[in-house]
């Protein structure tokens, strides 16, 4: 998700922002135990929303805003915000090991990719700025970088941040896609391996290549991360995190616009979901939610259209929903680009995104609406109603 908007943002009044961030008429009240049906995040001039995270046990949702992080009850009333984020926020997770909230964070001009680390439980007013409060610390990913500055047609440059250019291994854009969930491990169901933080990358549009068809999943055990991580980025973006990454995984689904906007582990099911923007080549289907099977172990095998033969550590998609005979493709056509959160018990928020116009000024907005899955296709997903 590529839209910027640039510079510190002008925070809103609290009391207008409550009233954006009221839950709609009809949807069921926090307070009764049950999860409301929508939430909003208010309106803001800031980019559009990347992703969002819940905390059920706290009673809190963070909204990415690409600049901008705003922190809502389960009501939608904002109880805080951080602004100054001069990269590209993406995807969020909660970790519910350190209470912390986890999204990506890029950084294209400095060729620097990071996990942003919120501490989230200070973030308690509006307007804080990520620059100068300590609420936001990051972690640098050497296997991002690598990736998305190799120079494949071997010129001797960086082609920069564009698609048209045979650079950038697997297409690599960046990172987008972030969740916690199990490790894609040997031993059988996802369900059983260790609890890792799984990070996906955006993967460039470009239907003239032939080795950018993978979405490409890296996984890291955070459990020592503290030792890696440093203040936001400024001037001077730092280097100081993992040198390796503990998995590296790949998954066929035909190339897409952007990669995996949003990745989500539901532990009901035991499966990865990766929302995508649909990709653009005709020689396949082209679907928008594609589902990892998680159930199946990792097998090492052929990462195709590579310029010279690779192997690596292919993932399963699920043998479910659509189906695309001609290149061996499943999944959906469906929401969750803008923001998925699944609730572990067969339930998912997903997100829209919107505009509304205030005294002139163009506003994003965004609702979690409640859905049910069902994994009919062409949609899995049915709308919970109050």
Not at 91 to 97: C, E
Request: net charge positive.
């Amino acid at each position: 998700m590529r839209t910027f908007a640039r510079g510190v943002l002008t925070v809103l009044a609290v009391g207008a922002l409550v009233a954006q961030g009221t839950v709609a008429a009809g949807a069921e009240e926090p307070r009764t135990g049950r999860l409301p049906t929508e939430i909003r995040g208010g309106a803001w001039k800031a980019g559009h929303v990347q992703g969002v995270a819940v905390d059920r046990h706290k009673g809190f949702m963070y909204f990415s805003f690409t600049n901008l992080l705003v922190k809502t009850d389960l009501r939608g009333d904002p109880v805080g915000s951080v602004s100054g984020f001069t990269g590209h926020l993406g995807d969020l997770d909660y970790n519910v090991k350190d209470g912390r909230v986890y999204g990506s964070l890029e950084y294209k001009a400095a060729k620097a990719f990071y996990i942003a680390i919120l501490d989230v439980d200070r973030i308690d007013r509006m307007g804080m700025d990520a620059r100068t409060s300590d609420v936001v610390s990051t972690v640098h990913l050497k296997e991002v970088v690598d990736d998305y500055t190799a120079d494949m047609n071997g010129d001797g440059k960086f082609d920069g941040d564009t698609a048209n250019t045979p650079d950038h291994r697997y297409g690599c854009s960046g990172i987008d896609g972030v969740a916690f969930g199990p490790e894609f491990d040997r031993s059988g169901r996802t369900k059983r391996g260790k609890q890792v933080l799984t990070v996906a990358y955006g993967i460039y549009s470009n239907v003239g290549r032939q080795d950018n068809d993978h979405q490409v999943l890296l996984q890291y055990d955070v459990r020592k991360w503290r030792r890696f991580e440093r203040p936001l980025p400024q001037s001077a973006p730092h280097t100081s995190g993992p040198s390796d990454v503990d998995g590296k995984y790949f998954v066929r689904t035909g190339n897409t616009r952007y990669g995996v906007q949003n990745l989500e582990y539901d532990a009901h099911s035991g499966n990865w979901l990766m929302a995508v923007y649909k990709g653009a080549k005709p020689q396949f289907p082209n679907y928008s939610l594609f589902v990892v099977d998680g159930a199946k172990r990792p097998e090492t095998g052929p990462v195709t259209g590579q310029p010279r033969p690779e192997r690596g550590e292919l993932l399963p998609l699920l043998r479910k929903g659509l189906h695309h005979e001609a290149s061996g493709t499943y999944g959906w056509q469906s929401g969750g680009q803008y923001g998925l959160v699944s609730l572990g018990d067969g339930r998912y928020y997903l997100v829209e995104s919107g505009t509304v116009v205030e005294d002139g000024v163009t506003k994003q907005t965004a609702r979690a609406l409640l859905h049910r899955w069902t994994g009919q296709p062409p949609t899995p997903f049915r709308a919970v109603t109050g």
